[in-house]
């Protein structure tokens, strides 16, 4: 049962105020779309994730087959869901989120992950959280911008405290390979018992998993059954 009362009601409520916030063009081409954050055809034009990917971490692979990585080190998540590749423009889209626009984008984020779920296996949303020196720099965390619109719009809880970020690391980009899980390990902490829950860990962007397997690794270690990740875009190697 939800512990929302009115999911589609809110969800109305959250379209409205992104709508108010829309200029009513593209976010990318500036034609008119009065409706939506992007026109049709730059929703046509979003860059789609390859249909042979890792079952575990959604990484481009040859036949759909686990990715090496997944092999050599089976993650602590046991799925990873992605909306879109992370290639031109939905880097600018994710900008817009970060810096600018945030309750569209958030909305239109959530929407493109609420369809790809199957809300029925999951129990409760947790968002990636930020350092508190980056969440008081930019004011707002946007993973939990949209684990808010994707709680209202699925009718599941949303844990916005539960997983906090201890300790602030590097960005994982600047980082080399090996480098990026020494750079995650021990940053989390969880503060909620997850006995048995299945949970949905929600970000932005995956570029390494190494930030939602350190996530899901802490979430187990409190009880968690299950834990699904799902990014708006996938980062792919190739
Ligand atoms: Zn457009
Ligand atoms: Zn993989």
Redesign the pocket.
């Known amino acids: 049962m939800s512990i929302l009362p009115y999911p589609d009601r809110l969800t109305a409520f959250a379209r409205r105020i992104a709508r108010t916030l829309l200029p009513g ?7 008119d ?1 009065p409706d939506d954050l ?6 046509a034009d979003l860059p789609a994730l390859p249909l042979a990917r890792c079952p575990l971490c959604a990484d481009q692979t040859t036949h759909g087959e686990r990715c090496g990585a997944c092999l050599k080190d089976p993650p602590h998540f046991d799925q990873a869901i992605a909306a879109f590749a992370y290639d031109f423009p939905l880097d600018r889209i994710v900008h817009a989120l970060k810096y600018g626009h945030q309750l569209a984008v958030a909305d239109w984020c959530a929407r493109q992950l609420v369809t790809r779920l199957d809300t029925g296996e999951l129990d409760c949303i947790v968002p990636l959280p930020l350092h508190p020196e980056r969440l008081c720099a930019r004011g707002f965390n946007q993973s939990g911008e949209i684990a808010k619109v994707l709680a209202s719009a699925s009718g599941l809880p949303v844990r916005q405290d539960s997983l906090l970020r201890t300790r602030a690391t590097a960005t994982q980009a600047e980082l080399l390979h090996k480098e990026r899980h020494r750079n995650v390990g021990g940053a989390f902490e969880c503060r909620t018992d997850f006995s048995g829950k299945r949970l949905l860990l929600v970000d932005d962007v995956m570029t390494t998993a190494a930030t939602a397997n350190e996530c899901a690794r802490v979430l187990k270690l409190h009880g968690a059954r299950a834990v699904t990740v799902a990014v708006v875009a996938r980062a792919l190697k190739h």
């Open positions: 063009s593209c976010l990318l081409c500036g034609a779309s992007l026109c049709n055809d730059c929703s």
